[in-house]
Nanobody, 126 residues
Framework: QVQLVESGGGLVQAGESLRLSCAAS????????MGWFRQAPGKEREFVAS????????YYGDSVKGRFTMSRDNTKNMVYLQMNSLKPEDTAVYYC???????????????????WGQGTQVTVSS
């Protein structure tokens, strides 16, 4: 049983930055892998980033590499997604997710995650 709540979304102009937050709770939260996904209308849910509570190792989708950074605060059970140099194509609902872990090839898929937050809307205007 894991609960995830995203926050920090909003409306920004191209080139600006946002930081999304994910508040997590659960009995064995430290054993989970964490991920960020996004979904725009009419498109499939897209992998953004993934990582672990106990490791600084992170993975990023090709479309966000060099612009987005995933981090976490174990003390606060918080996961963050720092989004810089935002583009209109980044417009989507962003979801925080938790799962049992696995290889990079598994963590980039939605099937790797059992729990999802409600999502937070990010809109980037040109």
């Amino acid at each position: 049983q894991v609960q995830l709540v995203e926050s920090g979304g909003g409306l920004v102009q191209a080139g600006e930055s946002l930081r999304l937050s994910c508040a997590a709770s659960g009995r064995t939260l430290s054993s989970y892998a964490m991920g960020w996904f996004r979904q725009a209308p009419g498109k499939e849910r897209e992998f953004v980033a993934s990582g672990y509570w106990s490791s600084s190792r992170t993975y990023y989708g090709d479309s966000v590499k060099g612009r987005f950074t995933m981090s976490r605060d174990n003390t606060k059970n918080m996961v963050y997604l720092q989004m810089n140099s935002l583009k209109p194509e980044d417009t989507a609902v962003y979801y925080c997710a938790a799962g049992g872990g696995g290889s990079y090839f598994y963590l980039i898929t939605t099937a790797a995650y059992d729990y999802w937050g409600q999502g937070t809307q990010v809109t980037v205007s040109s």
